[in-house]
Nanobody, 117 residues
Framework: QVQLVESGGGLVQAGDSLRLSCAAS????????TGWFRQAPGKEREFVAS??????RYTDSVKGRFTISRDNAKNTVYLQMNSLKLEDTAVYYC????????????WGQGTQVTVSS
């Protein structure tokens, strides 16, 4: 069974930074594609960033501000979020999927990020 546990969310002010963590058990993340998604109140869940091998992808709104990385020794994926904006407020989820397959198979429970002015 795969378990993903997100942590690191919180309440910050605009311009601050946060680092989210996604710790995995049951799968070796380096063999899979790991993504971060977010869902703001009243909005659909959206893709934020992903890492597959050494390849990373970002949605346009976070490029230059967010960085996804993976620590293979800890089997953990991180999302470093800098220069946070009000519109980054959302529940952030990590997900794991097979390389080459669009859909993600496993999801974490989410961690709340709230950015205030």
């Amino acid at each position: 069974q795969v378990q993903l546990v997100e942590s690191g969310g919180g309440l910050v002010q605009a311009g601050d930074s946060l680092r989210l963590s996604c710790a995995a058990s049951g799968r070796t993340l380096s063999n899979y594609r790991t993504g971060w998604f977010r869902q703001a109140p009243g909005k659909e869940r959206e893709f934020v960033a992903s890492v597959s091998g050494r390849l990373t992808r970002y949605t346009d709104s976070v490029k230059g501000r967010f960085t996804i990385s993976r620590d293979n020794a800890k089997n953990t994926v991180y999302l470093q979020m800098n220069s946070l904006k009000l519109e980054d407020t959302a529940v952030y989820y990590c997900a794991v999927g097979r390389i080459g397959i669009i859909a993600y198979d496993y999801w974490g429970q989410g961690t709340q990020v709230t950015v205030s002015s």
